[in-house]
Structures are given as C-alpha cells and as structure tokens.
C-alpha cells in the first residue's frame, strides 16, 4: 500500500523559508505524478504545484511561482518542496498526494485526480 509521510512544517516568519519533504513508500517515484496541495482555515484546499513521473517536468500555480520550487530524490523516493519568501497567506496545512497516472499523462492540480494522501503538515507564516 503506498504511503506518503510528510515533513517539514513549522513557524516562520514573513520573508522566510520552509522546505517540505513527502516521502512515498511502495511505489518509485518514477511511477506517480506528485502534487502539493494546501489548505487555509475557512478555505478548500487547493493544488498548487506538480512534477510529472516521466520526466520530472513541474508546474506551479501563479501564487507561488518564483517562490515555491518543487524536486524529487529518486534515489531518496522524496519529494520536496522548497519554499521561499514566505507570506503571511500562505499559512496552510501542506500535504502532498499521489497518482499512479493511470488515466492522466501529465500531473494535474485537481484533488479528484489523487488517491494517496499524506498526513498533511502546518506550515504557519507569522510575525
């Protein structure tokens, strides 16, 4: 059964960094599209940013692009997510989700789209 441990979420300030790490367990990286996912209280939870199983290609939403890079560790079979210039609105709980790509060739931002989901993780941007 594949499973995806996060890590990395804490408190930072405005301006800072956090570095996320979803390591999948089961199934190499190779075989699943990984997405970030996010969610605010009050808020629906929103994918933000992927990287393909082929080859490795990223995408990322316009509020976080240029902030947020997305990687993977084959050999770790990690994913992580470097964030940067962190802002206030990005306070969320993290998590990060999997699909084997089955029906999708590419990764996509839709939650439906993911059946394996880490435990999520919180990521507070405060001053």
């Known amino acids: 059964q594949l499973q995806l441990v996060e890590s990395g979420g804490g408190l930072v300030q405005p301006g800072g960094s956090l570095r996320l790490s979803c390591a999948a367990s089961e199934f190499s990286l190779d075989d699943l599209h990984i997405a970030w996912f996010r969610q605010a209280p009050g808020k629906e939870r929103e994918g933000f940013s992927c990287i393909n199983k082929e080859d490795g290609s990223t995408y990322y939403e316009d509020s976080v692009k240029g902030r947020f890079t997305i990687s993977r560790d084959n050999g770790k079979n990690t994913v992580y997510l470097q964030m940067n210039d962190l802002k206030l609105e990005d306070t969320a709980v993290y998590y990060c989700?999997?699909?084997?790509?089955?029906?999708?060739?590419?990764?996509?931002?839709?939650?439906?789209?993911?059946?394996?989901w880490g435990q999520g993780t919180q990521v507070t941007v405060s001053s």
């Open positions: 989700a999997a699909d084997l790509g089955l029906l999708n060739r590419l990764c996509v931002l839709g939650s439906k789209a993911y059946d394996y």
